[in-house]
């Protein structure tokens, strides 16, 4: 792990409470500088949370960070000088075009006349928006609004940007287009800390990933390694018979000791196996119970199946409701 100067957040014990609910118990976090770092966690795990503090907010109830080297709790001016955020929402004057909303913006940084519209032209055209930087913001699509809202958070360029669930609420090809525009973000040396509870996306984009659930670490690593946690592999298993699942997994379970995951789709079940040898006792069971099987496999364990191992619970699906 990197050492103190090398990283762009520092936090220890960061705790947080709302009335009797500890929202963040006790959180350490070090992410170094220039990378993508997804914190991983189920609706209402503290993700948000966390982020919202490290931002400066919210006020920590307790532990400390520094972000980019400047302290959260002594120098909170300093720490916002160094970074930007993006929430789970457009913060976007609708009523504005697009390069409106950029130049005020630019303006409120300290941009004057000429140099605020080129600030804006040169923003819309690093994320595709040149086109569109006329219309009305109520007239954009979903990809459209959250490619803007991350632009105008990039109208000085910060040390750290936060991005509260870039991707909520968009279609496959709109979250594939801010995928790249994050990637190249971080490829231009901007730290990101992004929240998700899209496992695909904490896949693709980070190169460290944080588990949180009741608002506290319970694993963090790079995807291979936390991969590796789940075990050393995974049978899957697509009964014959849809209506088979509910027995099937729990035969599943008795013969190998295990929890049983049900895939996304609802059609495979998984269960994690320490060798062959395991994997054909699992089969045997479901012949052995009359069950048929249509297709079988080994492999290593997905990221979904990971998840599942940590908390006890599948991750959120496309279009569910984030927090």
Known sequence: MAQGHDLAIQARGMIKTFGTTRAVAGIDLD????????????????????????????RPDGGEARVMGRDLRADPDGVREVISMTGQFASLDEDL??????????RLWGFRGLAARDRADSLLAAFDLSDAGDKQVKDYSGGMRRRLDIAASLVVTPGVLF????????????????????????QGGVTILLTT???EEADQLAGRIAVIDHGRKIAEGTSRE??????????????????????AAAVLGRALGAAVHRSAEGADLSVPVADAVEANWALSALVEEGIEIGDFRMGQPSLEEVFFALTGRPGAQAGEAQA
Not at 46 to 54: D, P, S
């Open 97 to 106: 075009t697009g390069r409106e909303n950029l130049r005020l913006l630019a």
């Open 31 to 58: 992410v170094p500088r220039g990378m993508i770092f997804a914190i991983l966690g189920p609706n209402g795990a503290g993700k948000t949370t966390l982020l919202r503090m490290l931002a400066t907010l919210l």
């Open 226 to 247: 936390l991969k590796r946690q789940a075990g050393s592999g995974m049978l899957r298993v697509t009964p014959a018979l849809g209506s088979e699942l509910d027995r």
């Open 163 to 186: 991005l509260d669930e870039p991707t909520t609420g968009l279609d496959p090809t709109a979250r594939a287009g801010v995928w790249s525009l994050i990637k190249g973000l971080a």
């Open 197 to 199: 509870q899209y496992l």
